[in-house]
């Protein structure tokens, strides 16, 4: 009884750490969508809300073409940290079999550079659980991540030509 007790009050307090971005219900962000075609691609992004047996999700979709030199597509949300206190980030998420992409970016980061951790998104919903130390600078693979300069999170279909199909229902720090 005691080990359950605690085994409780551990889970309980790691909720208590942790900041939710995006549930669809309480706490709902900002996204934008873009595409290489900022840049002279022809990938093609849709990006909206779904509701489907009573639960809301977005759905992250497209063509992925590496024509022109493209090659991305991408939903993202602002976020303002001044903080280094969380693990990592949290997705509640499902897709179509493919390997998919958390890009972070600060303020005087130029467009091409990023803080990437790579994921799969199966076709079944799944939490994903993404250290902070699992993130790789796009120019430098030594360069440390200060989070709390983080002002972006993107959800990326990238490098490769295929249909992108990623559902989001939550995302929050831990």
């Not at 994921?119 to 919903?125: P, Q, T």
């Not at 440390?144 to 995302?171: E, P």
Request: aromatic letters at 16%; glycine letters at 6%; one cysteine or more.
């Amino acid at each position: 009884m005691i080990k359950i007790f605690f085994l409780f009050l551990s889970f309980f307090c790691l909720n208590l750490s942790a900041m939710i971005i995006d549930n669809l219900n309480d706490v709902r962000a900002n996204w934008s969508a873009i595409s290489d075609q900022v840049m002279g691609g022809i990938s093609e992004v849709n990006f909206y809300e779904i509701e489907e047996n009573g639960e809301k999700f977005y759905r992250l979709e497209g063509d992925v073409s590496t024509e022109n030199n493209g090659g991305f597509i991408q939903s993202r949300v602002g976020v303002y940290l001044n903080s280094n206190d969380f693990e990592g980030i949290r997705l509640k998420i499902r897709g179509n079999n493919n390997e998919y992409f958390v890009h972070l970016r600060a303020p005087r980061m130029m467009p091409w550079n990023y803080y990437y951790a790579e994921f799969y998104a199966s076709n079944e919903w799944q939490i994903i659980e993404l250290p902070l130390s699992s993130f790789k600078y796009s120019r430098n693979q030594k360069q440390g991540l200060d989070f709390k300069s983080i002002r972006s999170i993107g959800l990326v279909a990238y490098g490769k030509d295929f249909t992108a199909q990623l559902d989001i229902a939550n995302i929050e720090l831990y």
